[in-house]
C-alpha cells in the first residue's frame, strides 16, 4: 500500500514546542535545521518528524544528502505550511504545490507542447499548470533523477481522473494518485497501483 501522511507546521511556530521537537531527531537532520531561516527550520524539522514516525531513524545519506532506509521506499516534500510525507514498498515519489496565480505564463520554459497545450486549453489554467507541475515532480522524484533533470523529456497527459506519463526515460510503467487539499496540489507517482484512498493528516499526533 502508497500511504501519504501530511502534517501542518504552524503549530511549530511555539518556540518552546519546537525546541522539544528539535530533541527527537537525527544529528543530522538537527544540524540541517539550525542552518535554515526560520520559516525553513518548521519544514525541515516537520520533515524529520514525520520520517521518525512512518519510517524510523536515518543512519545514511545519499551524496545529495538525501536520508535513506534499507526497510522502505519513501519520499518529502513540502510547500506553505505543510509537510508531506508518502511510504511504499516500490519506488515512490511526492509533491505538494501551493496555488499561485500567473505561473501559467511560464509553462513554455519548463513544459512539453503537450502539456502546454493541455494548460492553453484549461478553464483554469493556473490550476492546470501547478497540477502538471507537481505531477512531474512526483515522477522524477519516483524514477530518481530529481527535478533537475529530464523535466521536459516527458508529458504528462491529463484525462479527467485518468493521469498517464509519456516518456521514454525508463521502462517501468508508472501510476498516480492526487490528494485533495485546500489551496494546493498534491501528487503522488509510484510503481504501484495500490494507493491509499485517504491521505492521513498526522499533526496531532506527531506534534501533541
Same mark, same amino acid.
Given at each position: 500500500m502508497v500511504e501519504t501522511y501530511i502534517l501542518n507546521t504552524d503549530p511549530l511556530d511555539d518556540k518552546e514546542l519546537f525546541n522539544e521537537k528539535l530533541k527527537l531527531v537525527d544529528d543530522t537532520r538537527r544540524k540541517k535545521v539550525?542552518?535554515?531561516s526560520s520559516e525553513s527550520q518548521k519544514t525541515s524539522l516537520g520533515a524529520g518528524l514525520l520520517i521518525k514516525a512512518f519510517v524510523g531513524d536515518i543512519t545514511s545519506y545519499n551524496e545529495y544528502g538525501k536520508p535513506l532506509s534499507v526497510e522502505t521506499y519513501f519520499n518529502v516534500s513540502h510547500s506553505g505550511k505543510y509537510v508531506v510525507l508518502t511510504t511504499a514498498n516500490e519506488p515512490v515519489g511526492v509533491d505538494i504545490q501551493i496555488m499561485q496565480r500567473?505561473? #501559467?505564463?511560464?509553462?513554455?520554459?519548463?513544459?512539453?507542447v503537450d502539456e502546454c497545450i493541455q494548460i492553453d486549453q484549461s478553464h483554469d489554467p493556473d490550476k492546470t499548470f501547478t497540477q502538471i507541475w507537481s505531477l512531474k515532480e512526483a515522477f522524477l522524484k519516483c524514477i530518481g533523477t530529481g527535478i533537475g533533470q529530464h523535466f521536459r523529456d516527458f508529458s504528462i497527459l491529463l484525462n479527467g481522473g485518468n493521469i498517464k506519463v509519456e516518456q521514454d526515460i525508463t521502462d517501468n510503467i508508472y501510476y498516480f494518485k492526487e490528494y485533495n487539499i485546500t489551496g494546493y496540489q498534491l501528487a503522488v507517482c509510484c510503481e504501484n497501483n495500490?494507493?491509499?484512498? #485517504?491521505?492521513?493528516?498526522?499533526t496531532q499526533r506527531i506534534l501533541k
Open positions: 539550525l542552518r535554515l500567473g505561473r #501559467n505564463k511560464i509553462a513554455s520554459r519548463f513544459f512539453s495500490y494507493f491509499a484512498e #485517504n491521505i492521513k493528516d498526522v
